[in-house]
Structure formats: C-alpha cells, structure tokens
C-alpha cells in the first residue's frame, strides 16, 4: 500500500521560528538593495520597540503600524545609514560587568553602533542601560 496515498507522509510546512530575526533580515536586505523602505510582517511588540530604539539613533527613519487585525504589519522608511543588523540568538543574560565584552565582540568600533537589551526597565541600548546600571538579556544589535 502507498503510504503517500494514505496520506501518512504530510507536505511539511516552514514555520516562522524568528520574527525579529526576519524583520532585521528585511531591513538589511533592502537596505543592501539601496530600498527607500521596506514592509515587515508579522510585528510584535518586540519588533516595534527594537525599532523605536534604531530610529532614536537615527540609523532608519521613521515607521508607520499598519493593523490588519491579525500580527500586524509596519512599514519602515530606510536612510541608508544602516550597515548591518542581527538577532543575537538565544538571548543571552548579559550583567552589566559583561556588556562591554558583549559590545567589544558585536560592534566594530566603540565610536558607533549599538546592542539592543531587554531589561527590567524595557527594550533599550547599552548605553542607556549601562546609564541605569542594569543587565539583561540581550536582544540584537545594529551598526
């Protein structure tokens, strides 16, 4: 008997493991494209703060939530600023003693770029971070 006749064996079906990992993918890829901007979809709070963070820095401009009553979709203005983005995958507990090590290994230079945490006191840089002296787990960086 075919067992693909039976319907044992089932088309497998990606699912989505990262969606702040495929939100900074998209950027940088339309980024590297020379993209004017670019729309991210799913969004989740995660995503918008990460975001908030890159635009006070001034390294996008700014974005705009579109809700579709489902996950959301927001589209990003890009300025051209940006060289690279990540997602630092699992989010690593970071104290504040070890951020300079974190920042010494993600950043190219200790002039420009930035490594996104989640503390206690929300999603933020480690400048800002180090400012409050707290630790955290970290999220992601950009430069």
């Not at 039976?6 to 339309?30: E, I, P, Q, T, W």
């Not at 951020?99 to 945490?117: A, D, H, I, Y």
């Not at 840089?125 to 630790?135: I, S």
Request: with cysteine; hydrophobic share 40%; net charge positive.
């Amino acid at each position: 008997i075919n067992a693909e006749y039976m319907g044992l064996f089932r088309s497998a079906k990606m699912v989505r493991m990262s969606s702040l990992n495929d939100c900074l993918k998209a950027l940088y890829n339309a980024e590297k494209r020379g993209k004017r901007q670019v729309l991210i979809r799913p969004c989740s709070k995660v995503i918008l703060k990460f975001l908030q963070v890159m635009m006070k820095h001034e390294y996008i401009g700014e974005f705009e939530v579109v809700d579709d009553r489902r996950a959301g979709k927001v589209v990003v203005m890009l300025n051209g600023r940006l060289n690279k983005c990540g997602v630092i995958s699992p989010r690593f507990d970071v104290p504040v003693e070890k951020l300079e090590k974190w920042t010494r290994n993600l950043l190219p230079s200790r002039q420009f770029g930035f490594v996104v945490l989640t503390t206690s006191y929300g999603i933020m840089d480690h400048e800002e971070a180090r400012r409050k002296h707290t630790g955290g787990k970290i999220l992601g960086f950009f430069y």
